[in-house]
C-alpha cells in the first residue's frame, strides 16, 4: 500500500463524514436534539483528522519521491531541495485545492473548540454551511482534481517545480493567500446562519467580526508577500502589475475592508444591515471567483494554471452560492430595516459610508477589468484586455480620496459634526498638508498629481499622529507618562487604536506607490567588458559574465557589475539568469536589488553573448521600501485589532482616550464600567 492510496482513502472518508455532519446539524437544529448537534461537531473534528492524514499522505510522496504520483512527478525532482519538495504540495492544482480544504477543515475546528460565546441557535447552520463547502472541495480532490492518481510505470525521475516559484517567497506567498481565500467561509457561514435562523440582531455581527479580522489579514499578508515576491522574481522592475490573478487575490479584501468599517456603523447606529450582509456575502463570492479564475485558466495570466476543465465545475459552485445566498437575502430583506437614519453628512457614518462607496467602486473597477476579456470575447468574438493605464486612470483617484476619507473619519463625531468641531480638529492636519504642498516643489516635485497625492498622505498621517497625541494628552493630565498612555491607549481600544496603524501603514503603502510610479527611471543598455552606463548619479562598469554550470538540474549565468557612486566604488552586484533543464524555455531572473535612502537601484540581466556581452534593463524605483514598511504596519495593525484584550472587572474605573466624537469637558472625566 502506498501512501497516496491513503490519501485518497482519506479525503473519500473526509466526503462522507462532512455529508453526515450537514444532516446532523440541521436535523439537530430542527429537532433540537443535543445529541445530534454534539455529534455535528465531532464530525468537523473528524474530517479535519482525515484532511491532516490525506496532506500528510501527499507531503510524504513528495519528500519520499514517489514519482509513481503523477502529481508528485509533475511537480518535483531529485536535485530540488527538501523545503522546495514539500512546498509543491501546493504548487499545482490538485494540491493547491487540498492545501485549501485542508485549511477549511482546521478553520471549522478551531471554530467548534472557541464557539461557546457564539449563539447556539446560529453553530448548527455555521456548522452546515462551512461542511457544504467542504464537500465540494472534497468531491472535486475525489474526482476530477485528484493528487493522488498514479502512473501506470513510475518515472525515475520528476519534472521539477515551476523555476518561478523555486523562491523563499513560494514558501510563504501561496499558502497564505490561499487560506486567505479560504478563510471567507467562516464570514460567509455566519451570515448565512444568520439569514436562515432570522436572528439578524447585532449578535451574528460581533460574532462575525473577528473571524473576517483574521481573512483580512491573512489575505493583507498574502498580498503583500506577492508583491514582494513579483518584485524580486518576476524582474520586470514593478511589484504590482494588474494581473488577473493578482486582482482576484485583490477583490475580496476591498470588499472585506469596506465592511470591516461599515460594520461599526450598525453595531453603534443600526444602519447599513442590508449593505454589511451584502459586502459579507460578496467576499466570499469573490474568493471562490479567485479560486475559480485561478485553476480555470480561462483568463490569460502570469500566475494562473494552464486550462482546466474544472473551471466549469468552480462556475457551477459560485452560482449556486449565488443564487442560495441571494434567495436568502431578499427572503430576510424585511428584517434588515434600519434603526435610524443619517443626521449628517459631515459625520463619522458619513465617511465611513463614503469609504464604502470608494471601496466597492475600486472593487468593480477592478472586477470589470478582470473580466472584460471575458465579456468582449463573448460579445464580439474578439479577445481585449485591459492594461495597467485603465487602474491607473480610474483607480488612482478613488484611492487618493479614499486616504483622504481616512484622514477626516477619525476626527469627526458620530451623528453630527458642528463646524467649530470640524475646524478644530481639522485644522493641524490642514496646516501640515498645505506646508507639505508648499515645500514639495523646492525639492524635485513637479508633477502635479504626485504633489497632491504626497500632500494629502501628510494629511493623513497627521491626523493619525494628532489623534494618538490628544488621547495620550488625555491619560497624561491624570497622572501617566507619555510612553505609557499611548501603551494604555492600544491596550484598551484596540480595535480603535489598530485601525490607526492599519490607516498609517496604507498611507506608507501609498507614498511608496506614488513614489516609485512617477519617478521611476528605466534604461535599456547593451554593454561589453570594461563599457559602463550611468543613471542617476549611478556608474555601473560591466566586468563581464560567470558562467555556473555546477548544479544538476539548472544552468546559472551571472554579470558581474561594479557599482559606483561620487566617485567612489561602493559594491558589486551580480545580476544573473538561471535556465533549468526542464524548462529550457522560462529562463528565471536572479535580479540585483541594492537600496540607498529608500530608492533601489534595480538590475536585471536581459540577455548575454558569451563572456564578454551582457544586455540589462536598469531600474531606479525611489520609496518602493515604503510599499514594504507599510504592507508591515498593515499586518500589526490587523494583529492589534484582532488579538484578544482583558475583560475589565465590574466596578473598575478607567478614564477613556479622548476621542473627536466627544466634547473636551466630557473626554477627562472618568467613567465608570459596570
Known amino acids: 500500500m502506498y501512501f497516496s492510496d491513503l490519501g485518497i482513502i482519506s479525503v473519500i472518508l473526509a466526503l462522507g463524514f462532512a455529508l453526515y455532519t450537514i444532516a446532523a446539524a440541521v436535523l439537530g437544529a430542527r429537532r433540537k436534539a443535543t445529541s445530534l448537534l454534539t455529534s455535528a461537531r465531532r464530525g468537523v473534528l473528524i474530517v479535519a483528522t482525515f484532511m491532516l492524514l490525506a496532506a500528510a499522505s501527499l507531503v510524504t510522496s513528495f519528500l519520499t519521491h514517489d514519482f509513481g504520483v503523477s502529481y508528485v512527478a509533475q511537480h518535483s525532482s531529485l536535485a530540488m531541495p527538501w523545503y522546495f519538495v514539500a512546498a509543491a504540495f501546493y504548487g499545482g492544482q490538485e494540491g493547491s485545492l487540498l492545501y485549501w480544504s485542508l485549511m477549511l477543515s482546521i478553520f471549522s475546528s478551531i471554530f467548534v473548540l472557541t464557539s461557546r460565546r457564539v449563539s447556539e441557535v446560529l453553530v448548527p447552520y455555521v456548522l452546515a454551511t462551512l461542511m457544504g463547502v467542504q464537500t465540494f472541495f472534497l468531491i472535486m480532490l475525489a ?55 432570522g436572528q439578524l440582531s447585532n449578535e ?39 494581473d488577473p490573478v493578482e486582482n482576484a487575490g485583490l477583490l475580496p479584501w476591498l470588499t472585506s475592508t469596506a465592511f470591516l468599517h461599515s460594520a461599526m456603523v450598525q453595531d453603534r447606529r443600526g444602519m447599513l444591515k442590508v449593505w454589511n450582509l451584502g459586502l459579507v456575502i460578496a467576499s466570499f463570492a469573490l474568493s471562490i471567483f479567485g479560486t475559480f479564475e485561478v485553476r480555470s485558466g480561462v483568463i490569460s495570466s502570469v500566475h494562473s494554471f494552464s486550462y482546466s476543465d474544472i473551471g466549469i465545475y468552480f462556475f457551477i459552485f459560485l452560482a449556486i452560492v449565488l443564487v442560495f445566498s441571494v434567495g436568502l437575502f431578499l427572503f430576510r430583506l424585511p428584517k434588515l430595516r434600519p434603526e435610524q437614519d443619517f443626521d449628517s453628512i459631515i459625520s463619522r457614518e458619513g465617511v465611513f459610508l463614503l469609504n464604502n462607496l470608494l471601496l466597492v467602486g475600486i472593487a468593480f473597477a477592478t472586477l470589470w477589468g478582470t473580466i472584460f476579456p471575458l465579456v468582449s470575447a463573448f460579445v464580439q468574438r474578439q479577445t481585449m484586455t485591459v492594461g495597467p493605464p485603465f487602474y491607473e486612470r480610474v483607480i488612482g483617484p478613488l484611492l487618493i480620496i479614499l486616504v483622504l476619507a481616512m484622514g477626516i473619519g477619525p476626527l469627526l463625531a458620530w451623528r453630527r459634526t458642528s463646524t467649530t468641531a470640524l475646524w478644530r480638529n481639522l485644522s493641524v492636519p490642514v496646516v501640515l498638508a498645505a506646508v507639505c504642498a508648499l515645500i514639495l516643489p523646492l525639492f524635485g516635485v513637479t508633477s502635479l498629481q504626485a504633489n497632491v497625492g504626497f500632500s494629502i498622505c501628510a494629511f493623513t498621517a497627521a491626523a493619525i499622529f494628532y489623534e ?79 558562467d555556473d554550470s555546477g548544479a544538476s538540474d539548472h544552468e546559472t549565468i551571472s554579470s558581474q557589475v561594479q557599482v559606483w557612486r561620487d566617485g567612489e566604488l561602493k559594491y558589486y552586484i551580480y545580476p544573473g539568469r538561471s535556465v533549468y533543464r526542464n524548462f529550457d524555455d522560462q529562463p528565471v531572473s536572479q ?56 475583560p475589565v472587572r465590574s466596578g473598575t474605573t478607567t478614564r477613556p482616550a479622548r476621542s473627536a466624537e466627544q466634547p473636551e469637558r466630557e473626554k477627562e472625566k472618568e467613567v465608570t464600567v459596570s
Open 468 to 546: 494618538l497625541w490628544r488621547g495620550a494628552r488625555v491619560r497624561h493630565k491624570h497622572g501617566e507618562p507619555y510612553v505609557l498612555a499611548v501603551y494604555m491607549l492600544f491596550n484598551r481600544y484596540r480595535q480603535r487604536y489598530g485601525g490607526y496603524v492599519i490607516h498609517l501603514g496604507l498611507v506608507f503603502l501609498v507614498l511608496g506607490v506614488i513614489g516609485s510610479h512617477f519617478f521611476q527611471q528605466q534604461r535599456d543598455v547593451t554593454l561589453k567588458a570594461g563599457q559602463e552606463t550611468s543613471i542617476s548619479g549611478y556608474r555601473l562598469v560591466f566586468l563581464g559574465n560567470i
Open 591 to 646: 535580479i540585483a536589488i541594492t537600496t540607498a535612502n529608500l530608492t533601489d537601484l534595480y538590475v536585471v540581466l536581459d540577455n548575454w553573448k558569451g563572456a564578454s556581452e551582457a544586455t540589462f534593463h536598469i531600474f531606479i524605483n525611489p520609496l518602493v521600501q515604503l510599499v514594504w514598511l507599510g504592507g508591515a504596519l498593515m499586518l500589526l495593525g490587523g494583529i492589534i485589532c484582532w488579538w484578544p484584550g482583558q
Open 143 to 197: 474526482t476530477v482534481s485528484n493528487p493522488f492518481v498514479r502512473l501506470a510505470h513510475p518515472l525515475p525521475d520528476g519534472n521539477g517545480l515551476n523555476p518561478l516559484l523555486q523562491d523563499p517567497g513560494m514558501l510563504i506567498h501561496p499558502p497564505l493567500l490561499l487560506t486567505g481565500f479560504m478563510s471567507f467561509s467562516l464570514p460567509f457561514a455566519f451570515a448565512v446562519a444568520a439569514m436562515v435562523t
Open 204 to 242: 451574528w455581527l460581533r460574532s462575525i467580526r473577528r473571524w473576517m479580522l483574521v481573512a483580512w489579514t491573512v489575505q493583507t499578508t498574502g498580498l503583500i508577500i506577492g508583491s514582494w515576491w513579483a518584485y524580486h522574481v518576476l524582474g520586470w522592475g514593478g511589484y504590482w502589475g494588474w
